[in-house]
T-cell receptor
């Protein structure tokens, strides 16, 4: 039981490049989330998915797209990376009507 | 949008001291949560609070859900080196399908040798 896994752990991109951050959970959770964490800013919600087939915008969705591929996987895509997207990205999942979000180990992304 | 004000931003304390931090919001929440993040890791839930006025403990940690439902407090007693990290408060307001959790900006706890 691996919990929430994220790949890659580290990534460096040039401005304008695209990439997809992968997230998977093996806890059979319905809800999945993508956050970014910047110094002094805490965790800000980018997108979330309350169930398979649904996605909703969070606080800072601009510049990102998401795909809830199936119940296990929720990917985050940067179509044209910008230096402002340099951050640590966390994926999380939880059961409906539960409070405990389980977080992945994070992806450190640098955009040059 | 909903915002949480968490204070202090950082704390420098001696081992063995007690710690207090708090979170306030302009909005009401149904649930208050406290997380801890160790360096290089994702946040982990410490305490969840469900009712106004509720006081809940988890070992040396005690948290309270404010009567107004707009604030919460976390206390750590007799701090030890492994308490170092970032502590986040989070508020949750479940409305139909909306199940978002809003995080504070965190309190970074340092313990002086």
């Amino acid at each position: 039981n691996a919990g929430v896994t994220q790949t890659p752990k580290f990534q460096v991109l040039k401005t304008g490049q695209s990439m997809t951050l992968q997230c998977a959970q093996d806890m059979n959770h319905n809800s999945m989330y993508w956050y970014r964490q910047d110094p002094g800013m805490g965790l800000r919600l980018i997108y979330y998915s309350a169930s398979e087939g649904t996605t909703d915008k969070g606080e800072v969705p601009n510049g990102y797209n998401v795909s809830r591929l199936n119940k296990r996987e929720f990917s985050l895509r940067l179509e044209s990376a910008a230096p402002s997207q340099t951050s640590v990205y966390f994926c999380a999942s939880k059961k409906p009507s539960a409070d405990t979000q389980y977080f992945g180990p994070g992806t450190r992304l640098t955009v040059l | 949008g909903q915002q949480l004000n968490q204070s202090p931003q950082s704390m420098f304390i001696q081992e063995g001291e007690d710690v207090s931090m708090n979170c306030t919001s302009s909005s009401i929440f149904n649930t208050w949560l406290w997380y801890k993040q160790d360096p290089g890791e994702g946040p982990v839930l410490l305490i969840a609070l469900y009712k106004a006025g509720e006081l809940t403990s988890n070992g040396r940690l005690t948290a309270q859900f404010g009567i107004t439902r707009k604030d919460s407090f976390l206390n750590i007693s007799a701090s030890i080196p492994s308490d170092v990290g970032i502590y986040f408060c989070a508020g949750q307001l479940r409305v139909r399908r909306d199940d978002k959790i809003i995080f504070g900006k965190g309190t970074r706890l340092h313990i002086l040798p």
